[in-house]
């Protein structure tokens, strides 16, 4: 069955583009024999909203980036699903559709990336149709392609007019605009001279409307709205694997390999404020795409508030990784306000950023994941390390403890989501042959599906409420994309094989 499969399945991700009209994901038969949701409907239990500063020159907070707004917070004060009748619907691009943004008019604006390039969909967020496309540059060598390589458009921002601004695999940030049924391109930056052949990571604007960029070969810098560029290499051997945050002070949150770094503008140029290093450790764990922070900086408080507001961060040391907490303000991080550690000894990475919610940040367990491809004679997915905890931080006077952990979940790569509103966090798992829930006689673990489910647990405890199949296969593994909730309060997930929804039905 695998080498039937595996064949089929790569020359699938080789196809051209969908049609329009969204035609389902395909899913395996094998999901018959599961049961398609597990636990019950929940009330809405929701925790205190959050306070986050509204970018002026980004799209409204919950939709204009992979991580919701320019904290990163990974969390919405939205409601999301409650279980309800959860309805699954997709539709198949044969590209992972990861980050999604939301217009003006409450239509999906996304970026999906594949084998051979990358396309700029505008989609109907309930029928998921496509409105409008735009392809963007091919990969300059398609046979360099990894599964863990986010540059070229896997993080983009849909800005405050409604346009996307996307960091391509050529060396150029293009601006598109979203219209009514079209997408046109605005505006296109040349950065080619500055990155030398190495993936933009990541491109966001800070408080003043300069356009940040980094490159995964350590470039950070700048362009101003006449196209003045200012850039700077980091140190050398040290990379950038992730996105970054900004903050309303005019400071500019990047980790890189080896160190946090706050930047500032000083002079018409990009300065570096302070560095703290933090421990890298000694290996790329299994689950992370370089030796350092898996974590997009998450930011915590106001600019106004002590110490200029937190940054938080986890490290990469060993035996156990730490959730670590600084002050952000210029003038220095000083001591870590918290250094948790979590997970198992030698058995914990975490590449997906912190979630941050009232009193503290949830960090889940990547653990083991080796990319999509089965690694034995089975069709599934290698399973990881179960975990997720919530880390309680006092983050006025220093402190912090394990609030609760969940030691059965199993995330791959998802980045979570909270929301305050319906007071769940939603993640994206994969049960263990052993623990897939079976509707009749359970398969041997050799042919057990390779199954992903929508999951929600109890923001207050960690306990996980209910989880619905989405799919199985290849193409419903979402290899490192995020949840996103929509407008409507339905769910998104990216996956290898296009976007598929989750929602409440009644």
């Known amino acids: 069955m695998r080498r039937l499969l595996l064949p089929s399945l790569a020359l699938a991700l080789l196809a051209a583009a969908a049609p329009a009209v969204a035609a389902s994901i395909p899913s395996d038969p094998r999901d018959l024999v599961l049961q398609p949701f597990t636990g019950a409907e929940v009330t809405a239990h929701p925790l205190s909203a959050q306070s986050v500063p509204q970018h002026p020159f980004m799209a409204r907070n919950g939709g204009s980036n992979l991580h919701n707004d320019a904290y990163q917070s990974d969390a919405y004060n939205q409601a999301g699903p409650l279980g309800r009748d959860l309805q699954v619907t997709s539709n198949s691009f044969l590209q992972d559709c990861g980050s999604v943004t939301f217009d003006t008019r409450g239509r999906i604006v996304t970026v999906c990336v594949g084998i051979t390039g990358a396309t700029l969909r505008l989609m109907d967020p309930t029928t998921l149709d496509v409105i409008a496309s735009y392809e963007l540059p091919a990969r300059p060598n398609p046979a360099g392609f990894s599964f863990q390589n986010f540059s070229g458009g896997g993080y983009f921002y849909l800005d405050n007019a409604d346009r996307a601004v996307i960091p391509t695999f050529t060396g150029h940030v293009l601006t598109i605009k979203v219209g009514a049924s079209t997408l046109t391109k605005v505006r296109d930056i040349d950065l080619t001279a500055i ?29 101003t709205t006449s196209g003045t560029v200012r850039s700077l290499r980091l140190p050398a051997g040290e990379t950038i694997a992730n996105s970054f945050a900004m903050d309303e002070s005019g400071g500019v949150f990047i980790v890189s390999t080896h160190a946090l770094y706050r930047f500032d503008v000083a002079s018409g140029r990009p300065v570096v404020t302070w560095r703290k290093a933090y421990d890298r450790g000694s290996r ?56 948790q550690p979590v997970f198992a000894a030698d058995k914990s990475s975490d590449e997906n950023s912190l979630v941050s919610v009232p009193g503290g940040l949830i960090a889940e367990n990547n653990y083991g994941y080796a990319g999509p491809l089965p690694k034995e004679a089975t069709t599934r997915s290698p399973d990881t390390e179960p975990g997720i905890v919530k880390v309680a931080v006092n983050y006025r006077d220093g402190g912090c403890r394990i609030a609760w952990e969940n030691k059965t979940a199993r995330v791959p790569t998802v980045v979570a989501k909270a929301s305050l509103g319906s007071g769940l966090l939603y993640a994206y798992t994969h049960p263990s042959a052993a623990e897939l829930p079976w509707a009749s006689t359970p398969l041997p673990n050799l042919l057990a599906p390779d199954s992903w489910f929508f999951t929600a647990f109890d923001l207050r405890t960690g306990r996980q409420v209910w989880s619905r199949l989405t799919g199985t296969n290849l193409g419903y593994n979402n290899n490192y994309a995020p949840v996103s909730i929509g407008p409507d309060g339905a769910a998104y997930v990216g996956t290898l094989g296009g976007l598929v929804r989750i929602a409440d039905t009644r």
């Open 284 to 339: 790329i764990k299994p689950g992370q795409v370089s030796q350092g922070s898996g974590t997009t900086p998450t930011l915590i408080g106001s600019a106004q508030s002590k110490g200029g507001g937190s940054v938080a961060i986890t490290d990469n040391a060993d035996p156990r990784m730490n959730v670590l907490v600084f002050r952000r303000g210029k003038a220095g991080p000083g001591p870590a306000l918290c250094k």
């Open 195 to 223: 990155t030398q052949g190495s993936g933009i990571q990541s491109a966001l604007p800070d408080w003043a409307n300069r356009l940040w960029f980094v490159t995964v070969s350590g470039k950070v810098g700048y362009v």
